[in-house]
């Protein structure tokens, strides 16, 4: 490895007299690399967000901290390098770094080691890299803060490493801003920016969150090798089980500041010590065998090669070279039937489930309800259609109108009965947020109450006039694990209890291994496979579904949630 | 906390000023119209607490009959402006395609008269008094109110709660006005904060250079003006009006910005 | 690229044109609309009916009202803007000489303030809820408050009179004696410039603390940048391109405003002349000040879109 120059820097711009920073170049082999004893972070209000961490890193160990939000896990990344924001502070503890005690550390102490011994990966790849800057310019920078080398020396180095993080053409690359660049390709060009430098210690914040599933696959197996080839220990700060089981060393689980337990993953996984974990795992989706069959009978709704098109099929120049956001697609639902539709980003999902429920303009083909086209139908027969189709939304904080309280939110859908009386309607309204769980907070506003809450505001709203059909567009997504878990419970709940039919979209072929009759792959605007669950699980045929099944750490016929052999694609 | 200073500070100023302006509606120490060639030009002193002016006239009464004369225009304009602007921006931002394109161009042509210019132009029309005025001022704020509801709405649409509302049964109208315009109140509210403070500098404008509201009925801008040629010789003739204008728009900048934090976390 | 950027810069442009055309609509339909025979207001009331109806017919006030219009564009743009009533002089020559003094204060003014605005505003966003922060918000709400004809009228009285430092009244151009021409600009460019410091601080302010919320400031300090290389190499570039839009609006705004100033410190500029022509009812004049001027704050509003892409990359491609 290259001796760093801080040795000798460190000596001749010290700011602190006292402080002596001595960074050797060899990994200090006796004792951890990493060391966190006690960390204790606060707001400045007295909030408290982590409560006396304790952990130990070995150098070129994987070591994840787990927990769901709220749970102080990024605190702690960001602990290690001195970037905790300004309303928040390190009241105890102390942090040890390859041998260097963190805590005393002044602020030009912190500058050289931030990318030199400790680099971090952040989460969201869309503002994580200055859009005003060249991809060039911004890992040129980071490289000649910490070492002085020759430019075309670095031009081949980040060449080099650009390639290693599996990016095409990586010379034109350099020149590019990072607006050209896809999610996943941003957050491997982050990597690349960080691995450069070759540090001791990787602190990824939750690096795949933002990511669509078939990128995150990549990018973690990228990671994971590039540390693994350079002996560089990772932090991974997640909320995903899959990851922490498939590459993690240890694994740490934390709650409300607090670490629950620690260990290997097989033995904190399998046999959990505290009930949080034990929750925690639950909370990962599982195959339902005990789902009853659906009763055969005439498709409630179908769509017969519908077609819809980008921007509302308004600036096309010619149909035939037209893309479609929807390509001929043949879909039937029976009454009571959940199908789930799953694909990636750009798939065509959503925009099918909203064109089938008559939200979006179709440019080709027809959807046929209880046996009738809906385009052909009078007035009355397309209300009752509107009527009958509802539709659970992705994001709980832009679903529900702020300004609404919730029992008026739950209660507008009954506008439209007009034979039933006030009282009757009351009464409608009540029953339904006792079902949902939510019977105290009929008076609230959408402001006040959480992600998992709102969604169930969001489910009663759809479910109120019992309808026929729910398009549910990823209800889950966006909700914290064990929230997602509660929320899924009750609308299979509900599902079974009301009987209606349901499009399940979702980006995650197994989250909906619980809940689905059947499955529908869809690619690029089509559907390129359908079948039950086992046929999909078990024998997947096309080979996007099984890319799928990949990125969602499922081996075919696999039975337990949790898959821990590590496999390196060698595709790409 | 330094939110709740702003408003504070900015509450007290705009509450004195509006109060002045609703006592001088039943009395002032004199009579602010009151020639009174005798006391011409007295500086300030216990008699009249701010001096008078060139026709002997009270100087303080004149300034809270001006607090009354601004705050009736300012009130009026905006009242319209945001009426029209509102209205017209739901149209533009609900209905899109032809309707809003024309009706931006035009906008944008308004808008293409940069600050007073238009109302400068206006007042050409209407002539130089309080009713021009309104008149020309509320024409020349519209474009920005139905600028910013058409903004508002445009992003709202895309809110999800919007097509939920449709998914539900309601008619495009039913959103429009269920939905889409409550949740307009705030930044409106914010608008017309910061449109009356511009209102009341623009009035003050117009009045000094003597297009606004003529004298003899005194506005903090025309005293201004007439304050002028004897700045040298009589300074609280032009010091008090322009302090009272100054703290006006210190008072209503304070509590414009005090609402906006107040709206701001609420909103999302 | 090359032919996208291209694209962009002339439909940008074209679009230009029919905000200019209804312009000069509204300008032509508010002169129309002012009570009274618009040949009576030229030749006053001592004209003889022939003579009015001779003035009517040269006028073109005969034919309809779109031919009217018609007429009056095109001899606009060929730079014909009439003759001023009062004087007889050619009005756009007229509105040249004096828009150059109003430009020189605006300018100048607008550049002073930036300079101190956008680095006083982004120490205070990095610096967010400091005492540094609030002192440079109270100091800059204070300043936009002031009315800028008081702020004017006072610097008139303190520097001017009573101390003697500036001369009051007057004016001469930078050709004749540019020493004195710059005595007279000093003061109404400082009044200018410390109410604009005070918009322009809080505008800058509000898009560096947008700025700085962002990842990749984090990213850059992750990087172990030191705090002011961030602030200059990542917040700056990336806080500037709203900031340029703002700076944009500023010119033109002022340039509306400008009259007020010119007033008080009795300066030959644009604001002043448009204002006299409204009381002497020179409307040639009036309605060249008013098309001109909005002319101007679209070119300016032109320029700065299309500077926009050099500050941030990501709106070129559109």
Redesign the interface.
């Known amino acids: 490895m290259d001796v760093p120059m801080i040795t000798k820097r460190a000596r001749l711009n010290e700011s602190d007299p006292n402080e002596r920073v001595e960074l050797s170049s060899q990994p200090v082999t006796q004792g951890p690399l990493l060391s966190v004893r006690d960390l204790t972070v606060k707001s400045r209000r007295g909030a408290r967000i982590l409560n006396g961490l304790t952990f130990d890193m070995a150098p070129g160990e994987i070591v994840a901290l787990v927990g769901e939000s709220g749970s102080g896990k990024t605190m702690a990344g960001r602990a290690i ?1 001195g ?1 905790l924001p ?1 309303q928040v502070e390190q009241t105890a503890g102390h942090i040890s770094l390859n041998g260097l005690e963190l805590s005393k550390l002044s ?2 102490g ?7 011994v400790a ?2 990966v ?3 790849p869309m ?7 060249t991809v060039g310019a911004q890992m040129l ?2 490289l000649l ?2 070492e002085k080398i020759p430019a075309k020396e670095a031009r081949t180095r980040m060449v080099e490493m650009l390639r290693r993080v599996q990016i095409r053409d990586s010379e034109d690359c350099l020149s590019k ?1 990072p ?1 050209a660049f896809s999610g996943g390709m941003r957050q491997r060009i ?1 990597l690349a ?1 960080v691995m450069l430098l070759k540090p001791k210690l990787l602190i990824a914040d939750e690096p795949t969150t933002a990511l669509d599933a078939l990128s995150q696959r990549e990018v973690m197996e990228v990671m994971v090798d590039l540390a693994r080839n350079y002996g560089t220990g990772v932090l991974l700060i997640t909320h995903d089980l899959q990851l922490v089981a498939h590459y993690a060393d240890t694994v740490a689980v934390l709650k409300r500041g607090d670490l629950i337990e620690s260990g290997p993953p097989k033995q904190v996984l399998c046999s959990p010590l505290s009930e949080y974990t034990h929750n925690l795992i639950d909370a990962l989706p599982k195959r339902d065998r005990s789902r009853a069959p659906v009763p055969d009978a005439p498709a409630l709704i179908e769509a017969r090669g519908l077609s819809v098109a980008y921007n509302g099929g308004h600036r096309a120049f010619s149909r035939s070279t037209e893309k479609l956001a929807v390509d001929r697609a043949q879909l039937s639902i029976r009454p009571g039937e959940v199908v789930a539709v799953v694909g990636g980003s750009g798939s065509g999902k959503t925009t099918l489930g909203r064109a089938l ?1 008559g ?1 979006l303009p179709i440019r080709d083909g027809q959807v046929v309800f209880r046996g009738n086209p809906v385009a052909a139908g009078n007035r009355d027969a397309q ?1 009752e259609f ?2 009958s189709c ?2 659970v ?3 709980p ?7 609404q309280r919730v029992r008026d939110i739950v209660a ?2 009954l ?2 009965s007009k034979q039933l009386s006030r009282g009757e309607r009351q009464r409608l309204v009540e029953e339904m947020l006792g079902d949902v769980g939510l019977e105290a907070l009929g008076d609230r506003y959408p ?1 006040a109450l959480s992600g998992g809450q709102r969604q169930r505001v ?1 489910i009663a ?1 759809a479910l109120i006039r019992r309808p026929a059909l729910v398009v549910a567009d990823e209800p889950v997504s966006a909700l914290d694990m064990t929230i997602q878990k509660q929320v899924l419970s009750l609308f299979r709940r509900l599902q079974t209890q009301y009987g209606f039919a349901c499009f399940f979209v979702s980006h995650n072929l197994a989250a909906v291994s619980e809940i689905a009759d059947r499955i529908a792959v869809m690619h690029n605007g089509s559907i390129v496979e359908e079948g039950s669950v086992s046929d999909i699980f078990d024998r997947p045929q096309h080979y996007y579904t099984r890319q799928l099944l990949e990125a969602a750490y499922v081996a075919p016929g696999q039975v337990s949630p949790l898959s821990f052999a590590r496999q390196l694609s060698g595709s790409n | 906390m330094k939110i709740r200073i702003n408003a504070i500070v900015g509450g007290v100023i705009v509450a004195t000023v509006f109060g002045m302006g609703l006592l001088s509606i039943v009395w002032t120490p004199y009579d602010s119209l009151g020639l009174s060639l005798r006391d011409r030009f007295q500086s300030p002193s216990m008699v009249h607490l701010l001096g008078t002016d060139e026709f002997g006239r009270d100087i303080l009464s004149r300034i809270l009959s001006g607090a009354g004369a601004s705050l009736v225009v300012a009130l009026v304009t905006v009242f319209f402006a945001i009426l029209a602007g509102t209205l017209l921006g739901i149209i533009a931002g609900y209905c899109r395609g032809l309707v809003d394109r024309v009706m931006m161009v035009a906008n944008d042509a308004l808008l293409a008269f940069p600050g007073i210019l238009l109302a400068l132009g206006v007042s050409v029309v209407t002539g130089a008094n309080k009713y021009g005025i309104i008149v020309a001022l509320g024409i020349a704020y519209t474009p920005a109110t139905l600028r910013l509801v058409r903004g508002t709405v445009m992003s709202l649409r895309e809110r999800e709660y919007i097509e939920a509302s449709r998914v539900i049964g309601n008619s495009e109208i039913t959103t429009m006005f269920r939905h889409i315009l409550p949740n307009c109140a705030a930044p409106l509210m914010v608008l017309a904060t910061s449109m009356f403070g511009w209102v009341i500098l623009a009035e003050s404008a117009m009045s000094f250079l003597g297009l606004g509201v003529p004298p003899p009925a005194p506005t903090w801008g025309n005293m201004l003006s007439s304050g002028r040629p004897f700045i040298e010789s009589a300074p609280w003739l032009g010091i008090a009006p322009g302090m009272c204008i100054a703290l006006t728009l210190l008072g209503i900048n304070l509590l414009g910005d005090a609402l906006r934090d107040w709206l701001d976390p609420r909103m999302e | 690229m090359k032919d996208r950027s291209l694209w962009y810069l002339l439909r940008r442009i074209v679009w230009t044109i029919p905000t200019l055309l209804i312009v000069a609509g509204i300008v032509f339909l508010m002169m129309r609309l002012i009570p009274g025979d618009p040949a009576q207001l030229v030749l006053g009331d001592t004209a003889t009916p022939t003579q009015l109806a001779e003035l009517r017919a040269h006028l073109g006030l005969d034919q309809p009202i779109s031919r009217q219009f018609l007429r009056w564009i095109s001899q606009l743009v060929r730079g014909d803007f009439g003759n001023s009533i009062s004087t007889g002089q050619a009005v756009l020559p007229l509105i040249l000489e004096r828009f150059q003094v109003s430009a020189t204060i605006v300018l100048v003014a607008v550049a002073a303030a930036a300079v101190i605005a956008v680095p006083a505003g982004l120490v205070a966003a990095w610096k967010q809820n400091s005492i540094t922060d609030t002192a440079v918000v109270v100091g800059a709400t204070i300043f936009l408050s002031i009315p800028s004809f008081w702020l004017g009228l006072l610097l008139l009285l303190f520097v001017g009179l009573k101390l003697g430092w500036l001369p009051v009244v007057g004016y001469v151009t930078f050709s004749e004696n540019w020493r004195a021409a710059l005595s007279y600009l000093v003061l109404p460019i400082v009044t200018l410039a410390l109410v604009e410091t005070g918009v322009l601080t809080r505008m800058a302010r509000a898009s560096a603390i947008e700025v700085l919320r962002l990842e990749y400031i984090s990213h850059a300090r992750a990087k172990g940048l030191p705090e002011y290389k961030v602030l200059l190499r990542h917040a700056l570039p990336n806080a500037f391109a709203p900031i340029l839009t703002m700076i944009g609006l500023a010119l033109g705004h002022l340039l509306g405003g400008i009259a007020v100033l010119e007033t008080v410190f009795t300066l030959p500029g644009l604001g002043r002349l448009l204002v006299d022509s409204i009381f002497a009812r020179d409307y040639p004049v009036v309605q060249g000040c008013l098309v001109f001027t909005a002319a101007v704050y679209v070119f300016v509003n032109l320029v700065v879109d299309l500077l926009y892409p050099l500050f941030d990359p990501r709106v070129s491609i559109k």
């Open positions: 390098l970037l300004s602020q030009s912190f500058h050289r080691i931030r990318g030199k680099g971090m952040f989460q969201e503002v994580s890299l200055n859009p005003a800057m920078e980071g803060l910490h801003y607006h982050m920016s429920i939200m209300r509107r009527l509802q539709m939304f992705q994001d904080y832009s679903s529900l109108d702020p300004r507008e859908p506008g439209h402001h969001a709203r």
